[in-house]
């Protein structure tokens, strides 16, 4: 079956610091990746996503790249702000399928 | 527009009772998603549908957990006998209803459950 896996949390920078968060898949297939991100008191929404190998994908600042050959899609971002401070959850679904197995999410935390 | 909205944002109930959780999809959305996430967890998916009907049931843990979406939009997630391990935050999304991969999902805030 699918699976993710994300660093594990918690994660604490300083402002204007460099972010990386590691995820790494398992899929049956060719999967859509996705980064989600939830800010305190918020629902969960998209942060990016990338649909096919090589495929980059960015919003805000933070960029992913999806990489086949290392089943890999981490998320990085090079000046973070105490506004980036949130849960993010690294995403897949099936190229033919709707569900999004999630993986369990990287708290980060950033510090003025 | 308004986004996905969950009702109510926090339930308390006692083990044994019966509870429904409700969702309103944004406006014009065919596909609807229930999800729930346990503390420190990523969400896991329960169940999909498209339109009236449930297209995919199959992360319902059991019986106990049915959902109905009697007019294509909202949707409400009912539990019988409510156990402690039924607590959790239960979220719903709506999408486009391409169904595939590149329909991007839109969450509510969710409903936190709590069962005593």
């Known amino acids: 079956g699918n699976s993710v896996t994300q660093m594990e949390g918690p994660v604490t920078l300083s402002e204007e610091a460099f972010l990386t968060i590691n995820c790494t898949y398992t899929a049956t297939g060719y999967p859509s990746l996705f980064w989600y991100v939830q800010y305190p008191g918020e629902g969960l929404q998209l942060l990016l996503k990338?649909?096919?190998?090589?495929d980059k994908g960015s919003n805000k600042g933070f960029e992913a790249t999806y990489r086949k050959e290392t089943t890999s899609f981490h998320l990085e971002k090079g000046s973070v702000q105490v506004s980036d401070s949130a849960v993010y959850f690294c995403a897949l679904s099936e190229w033919d399928d709707y569900k999004l197995s999630f993986g369990a999410g990287t708290t980060v935390t950033v510090r003025a | 527009g308004a986004g996905v909205s969950q009702t109510p944002s926090n339930k308390v109930t006692e083990k044994g009772k019966y509870v429904e959780l409700r969702c309103d999809p944004i406006s014009g959305h065919t596909a609807l998603y229930w999800y729930r996430q346990s503390l420190g967890q990523g969400p896991e998916f329960l169940i999909y549908?498209?339109?009236?009907?449930?297209?995919?049931d199959s992360g319902l843990p059991n019986d106990r957990f049915f959902a109905v979406r009697p007019e294509g939009s909202v949707s409400t997630l009912k539990i019988q006998r409510t156990e402690r391990g039924d607590s959790a935050v239960y979220l719903c999304?709506?999408?486009?209803?391409?169904?595939?991969?590149?329909?991007?999902?839109?969450f509510g805030p969710g409903t936190r459950l709590t069962v005593l």
């Open positions: 999304a709506s999408s486009h209803g391409l169904a595939s991969s590149t329909d991007t999902q839109y």
């Open positions: 549908f498209q339109g009236t009907g449930a297209a995919d």
């Open positions: 990338a649909t096919k190998a090589d």
